[in-house]
Structures are given as structure tokens and as C-alpha cells.
């Protein structure tokens, strides 16, 4: 296993596909995964009322995972990051970010029309949240998935 440098953590961060966001309420732990995108130094996701964004809102602080692996080379790729989560408020932020994530992910949609989201303060209560990241990691398995190499030494 090794360190991944700034630049090919912030690499993988900015490109993932799924990221999980760890927050801890009330003593509980809570993982869930979000489609997201990385603005400046800052990632972010839309969600609607529910646990996830309630836990959020009384959370302080969020650990987000994003992984890559390619299991025909036996490789894997992994960034934690650390910050600080926030509803955002601005109207003009949170259309901009639908609209980043849009651009992201629409290669991985089948057809246009499949895709659609509420605008933001729209009825279904969608909420656009800002992960202010101050500290962000990243590890790699080596050639091969030898026992030292496993994530979690499975």
C-alpha cells in the first residue's frame, strides 16, 4: 500500500462516481452514499428531507470516502476527506451546482430525458449541501492484492 500525493487525491475526490458520507447523531453512526461534485475546494450533493439530511444538519463534522478500484488489475484507490457540512442558501449557488452535476454525470445516463432534479427550495424539499473540506487523503494498493494490500487487510 501507499500514500496517494496531494494532486492524485484530489484527482480521484474531484472524479469518483459515488462518494459516502460518515456522520455520527446522537452516538449513532450513519453512512450514506451520494453522487456528488467538487467545486474549488469544496464538494458538494443534493438531497431531499429525510435521515441523511437531518443528520447532517446536527452533525459538526463528515468523513467522506470515494473509491476506485479495477479488479482485472487487482488495484484500488482510496480518499478520505474531513470537513464541515452546511445547507446552502444562495439560490445562484445551488442552481450552479445542479448544473455541475448535470455535466458530470450525464455520460453515465442512458438518455437525457432520464435525468431530472427539483429546483432548488423546490416542493419535493431538495437540498443542496456544501462540504467544506479541510483535510483530504488518499491511499493505494500496491501491484496485486496480496494479503498486506487488501483494504480492511481482508
Given at each position: 500500500m501507499h500514500e496517494l500525493n496531494h494532486e492524485e487525491s484530489?484527482?480521484?475526490?474531484?472524479?469518483?462516481?459515488?462518494?459516502?458520507?460518515?456522520?455520527?447523531?446522537?452516538?449513532?453512526?450513519?453512512?450514506?452514499?451520494?453522487?456528488?461534485?467538487?467545486?474549488?475546494?469544496?464538494?458538494?450533493?443534493?438531497?431531499?428531507?429525510?435521515?441523511?439530511?437531518?443528520?447532517?444538519?446536527?452533525a459538526g463534522r463528515v468523513c467522506v470516502e470515494v473509491c476506485r478500484t479495477d479488479a482485472g488489475a487487482a488495484h484500488w484507490e482510496s480518499v478520505?476527506?474531513?470537513?464541515?457540512?452546511?445547507?446552502?442558501?444562495?439560490?445562484?449557488?445551488?442552481?450552479?451546482?445542479?448544473?455541475?452535476?448535470?455535466?458530470?454525470?450525464?455520460?453515465?445516463?442512458?438518455?437525457?430525458?432520464?435525468?431530472?432534479?427539483a429546483p432548488p427550495g423546490g416542493s419535493r424539499g431538495a437540498a443542496t449541501v456544501r462540504i467544506a473540506l479541510d483535510t483530504v487523503t488518499g491511499r493505494a494498493s500496491s501491484a496485486g492484492f496480496g494479503p498486506e494490500m487488501r483494504p480492511g487487510r481482508l
Open positions: 484530489h484527482a480521484l475526490l474531484a472524479t469518483g462516481e459515488v462518494a459516502h458520507i460518515g456522520v455520527v447523531v446522537d452516538g449513532e453512526p450513519y453512512v450514506s452514499p451520494v453522487s456528488y461534485v467538487v467545486v474549488g475546494s469544496d464538494l458538494y450533493f443534493r438531497t431531499g428531507e429525510g435521515r441523511r439530511l437531518g443528520a447532517l444538519r446536527a478520505i476527506a474531513w470537513g464541515t457540512p452546511e445547507v446552502v442558501t444562495d439560490e445562484q449557488l445551488a442552481t450552479d451546482v445542479a448544473t455541475h452535476l448535470l455535466e458530470k454525470y450525464r455520460p453515465l445516463i442512458p438518455s437525457p430525458l432520464a435525468f431530472s432534479w
